[in-house]
T-cell receptor
Framework: DAGVTQSPTHLIKTRGQQVTLRCSPK?????VSWYQQALGQGPQFIFQYYEEEERQRGNFPDRFSGHQFPNYSSELNVNALLLGDSALYLCASSSPTSVGGALPYEQYFGPGTRLTVT | AQSVTQLGSHVSVSEGALVLLRCNYSSSVPPYLFWYVQYPNQGLQLLLKYTSAATLVKGINGFEAEFKKSETSFHLTKPSAHMSDAAEYFC?????????????FGQGTRLTINP
């Protein structure tokens, strides 16, 4: 059973560019959340997608947008990159049902994508 | 609104000594609480979770945590530290209803194990 996968592993971009990060959820999961983890900080919630719609959003500007596809995979897009966008971007998937001792909406994290903006 | 505060950004213990990582939470609703571990250049791995079933929660790798409502705390402990425990540890809180699934994380505590 594959867990949450993310691509690419690492990415280097220049200020002002746009970037797209990808996430495939754990098998059986239909909800995807994205988090930003700046160096030396805890992860911060960006947004959550369910049924191909953004359901919740954290305190991030509109430069951060996303998409969820019919197969539940998701993309995170960041426009007009700033130096401060350099971070580890984590994807987490979950299910509204409780399976195998997991809580409803218990989040399973992928390995992350390290984005460096120069 | 929910939040967590981790006391101590760095904790250093000797191999074989007790590990204690502190977490205090704030929540307007009964919380779910979590401890995650992050090894260098990796994602987050769930150590244990509190779901109101029991106040003392046992997790993986010999870690456990006790939920104390009166102190709004959920401290993580391990009786005997091992070199492989060196990592970053995050406490997190979330609610239980629809619209409350986002995790709110603390700043993290870096655990160093001295030989």
């Amino acid at each position: 059973d594959a867990g949450v996968t993310q691509s690419p592993t690492h990415l280097i971009k220049t200020r002002g560019q746009q970037v797209t990060l990808r996430c495939s959820p754990k098998s059986g999961h239909d909800t995807v959340s994205w988090y930003q983890q700046a160096l030396g900080q805890g992860p911060q919630f960006i947004f959550q997608y369910y049924e191909e719609e953004e359901r919740q959003r954290g305190n991030f500007p509109d430069r951060f947008s996303g998409h969820q596809f019919p197969n539940y995979s998701s993309e995170l897009n960041v426009n007009a990159l700033l130096l401060g966008d350099s971070a580890l971007y984590l994807c987490a998937s979950s299910s509204p049902t409780s399976v195998g001792g997991a809580l409803p909406y218990e989040q399973y994290f992928g390995p992350g994508t390290r984005l460096t903006v120069t | 609104a929910q939040s967590v505060t981790q006391l101590g950004s760095h904790v250093s213990v000797s191999e074989g000594a007790l590990v204690l990582l502190r977490c205090n939470y704030s929540s307007s609703v009964p919380p779910y609480l979590f401890w995650y571990v992050q090894y260098p250049n990796q994602g987050l791995q769930l150590l244990l979770k509190y779901t109101s079933a029991a106040t003392l929660v046992k997790g993986i790798n010999g870690f456990e945590a006790e939920f104390k409502k009166s102190e709004t705390s959920f401290h993580l402990t391990k009786p005997s530290a091992h070199m492989s425990d060196a990592a970053e540890y995050f406490c997190a809180v979330r609610g239980s209803g629809w619209g409350a699934q986002k995790l709110v994380f603390g700043q993290g505590t870096r655990l160093t194990i001295n030989p």
